[in-house]
């Protein structure tokens, strides 16, 4: 099936910004889906489709999707932006959501 | 504003039965699929399989299958997962989400706050 890679860990200092991975073969055919996860609260959808931001999501999250790499991007990263994130895509030969394996953002 | 409201953790004996739900609000519960996602201690997220309220189709992953049952009750709005005999490699939180379409395939764009299932002798 469809395997989904993620880099386990990515730190940043606060006002940078931060750029998290994900690899699959041809991911740009798929379309792309990142979660935010803190600690002790639910996923938060926070791009679908590669690029687009549910509302109440800010601008400083951004997503692309090209050849064989998705990122989410955070600008200007804030202290309460450390979480776990993880993408998504839609696996059509098993017909169901495969998620990677999480990154987890560090605010230095 | 909608909302998946899950019920509370659970602590259990292996062997024993279990079931866990998800009650929606604030939106056509029987328009979506909802899908249970498990994360299972200092682990990523796995999708278990879904369920479709409007007339309990439900859908496994291969993971699953055999392992656990998703069952719906439109009346009440309420999506439940359950377990027939608990193993202690149950022990995890448990999600509920929504299911929408997206362009190529399904995202969750509503997440219940999870049930943390723990089984232990």
């Known amino acids: 099936s469809y395997v989904l890679t993620q880099p386990p860990s990515v730190s940043v200092a606060p006002g940078q910004t931060a750029s998290i991975t994900c690899g699959g073969s041809n991911i740009r055919s798929k379309s792309v889906h990142w979660y935010q996860r803190k600690p002790g609260q639910a996923p938060l959808l926070v791009v679908y489709d590669d690029s687009d931001r549910p509302s109440g999501i800010p601008e400083r999250f951004s997503g692309s999707n090209s050849g064989n790499t998705a990122t989410l991007t955070i600008s200007r990263v804030e202290a309460g932006d450390e979480a776990d994130f993880y993408c998504q895509v839609w696996d059509r030969s098993s017909d169901h959501p495969i998620f990677g394996g999480g990154t987890k953002l560090t605010v230095l | 504003e909608v909302q998946l409201v899950q019920s509370g953790a659970e602590v259990k004996k292996p062997g024993e039965s279990l079931k866990i739900s998800c009650k929606g609000s604030?939106?056509?519960?029987?328009?979506?699929?909802i899908g249970w996602v498990r994360q299972m201690p200092g682990k990523g997220l796995e999708w278990m399989g879904m369920i479709y309220p409007g007339d309990s189709d439900a859908r496994y992953s291969p993971s699953f299958q055999g392992q656990v049952t998703f069952s719906a009750d439109k009346s009440i709005s309420t999506a439940y997962l359950q377990w027939s005999s608990l193993k202690a490699s149950d022990t995890a939180m448990y999600y509920c989400a929504r299911h929408v379409i997206g362009r190529y395939g399904d995202y969750m764009d509503v997440w219940g706050k999870g049930t943390t299932v723990s089984v232990s002798s």
């Open positions: 604030g939106y056509s519960f029987t328009d979506y699929w």
